[in-house]
């Protein structure tokens, strides 16, 4: 498993003090809130509300605790929070998670770039896609009310955002700069409503072996409300080959390597049809066109099976055929 973000509350006690030593001062504000960064560490942060007996964390646990999300287990987990709460002096496994998140890193065989774009949403799930231009290929994000799903190059951001001397240390933990890494990330908004009918949960539980495979088996859920994207198939048939059909299907196979669907594929010819003025094209002559451009895409068809399907790798990675088996 690996926990990278969260955001934790713990309601305090009467006997409940907050030393204040090992904390930086960052700002404070009219509602009450002051904010920390502990040991000046900006991965993570301590709110504390004094008047209303509150406390908040913050942060990324592995990159406070060994300055580096590839790998994070439970051991690790277990020592990050303890050593915060023995700085703080104040016991935190019981504090309610508001936010985690939860994902996997998987070696795969060639650049994630493929994969990452060749992945969609399911029509069903109500997931928004967030292709930032800037990092179009090496990230996409999908997102709703209660999760936000994050597909990665892992390996890059190593190779890119870490120092000589700890991409020593990452190596010795089993990362090779030669290979590709891919991390498949839910980051959970409502995890109460997620995984205890909208109880909250607290840190303790986080670390609980049996929830984490409650954990393992919602991102690989996570996961099924992608689509890995189909190759288009070839017709082998005559009639399916006119110069309309080729230049259809060289066209949809252009659009779907880089990411897009068959849908997206007639809504941009539709787009360019409607652009063009009545004046040149008729209502009449658009719609005509439209019906054309809708038979030459009924007559493409994709693989049922996707080589970016990633479904049993993830299976394997979080252990789920061992829990199928117990």
């Known amino acids: ?63 406070f605790w060994q300055g580096h999300n590839f790998n994070f287990d439970n051991r690790k987990l277990v020592e990050a929070i303890s050593y915060i ?36 949403e399911r029509t069903d799930q109500r997931l928004l896609m967030n292709d930032n231009a800037r990092r179009r290929g090496n990230l996409r994000i999908w997102e709703n009310a209660e999760v936000r799903l994050k597909m990665y ?39 109460h409503q997620t995984f205890n009918r909208g109880v909250g949960f607290t840190i303790a539980d986080l670390v609980n ?50 990411g897009s669907t068959l849908t997206e594929v007639k809504k941009m010819l539709y787009d360019r049809i409607n652009a063009i003025p009545d004046e040149i094209l008729s209502p009449i002559d658009k719609k005509a066109r439209k019906r054309q451009i809708l038979a030459l895409i009924r007559k493409i068809h994709t693989s049922p099976q996707s080589k970016w399907d990633l479904s049993d790798k993830l299976k394997e990675a979080l252990s789920l055929r061992e829990q199928e088996n117990t």
């Not at 998670?97 to 060749?118: A, H, M, R």
């Not at 049996?210 to 991102?219: A, G, K, S």
């Not at 859920?221 to 059909?245: A, C, F, V, W």
């Open 209 to 258: 072996p049996d929830w984490q495979r409650r954990f393992n088996v919602d991102l690989y859920t996570q996961y099924k409300k992608l689509i890995p994207l189909g190759m288009i198939e070839q017709p082998n048939n005559k009639k399916d080959l006119s110069t309309q059909d080729l230049l259809m299907i060289a066209l949809a196979e252009g659009a779907t390597q880089g």
């Open 1 to 63: 498993m690996m926990i990278d973000f969260i955001s934790a509350t713990k309601h305090l006690r009467g006997e409940d003090s907050i030393f204040l030593g090992h904390l930086q001062l960052e700002a404070s504000y009219s509602t009450g809130w002051n904010k920390y960064f502990l040991n000046g560490c900006k991965y993570f942060e301590i709110w504390n509300n004094e008047a209303r007996g509150l406390l908040q964390i913050k942060g990324s646990l592995p990159y």
């Open 85 to 120: 709460g023995k700085l703080i002096q104040v016991d935190l496994f019981d504090s309610i998670v508001d936010i985690f998140e939860y994902g996997k890193i998987i070696q795969i065989g060639q650049k994630p770039e493929s994969y990452i774009l060749n992945h969609r």
């Open 153 to 191: 190059d892992a390996g890059r951001n190593i190779l890119h955002k870490q120092g000589v001397k700890m991409k020593d240390i990452i190596q010795e933990s089993g990362w090779n700069p030669e290979g590709y890494y891919l991390k498949f990330e839910a980051h959970y908004k409502k995890p």
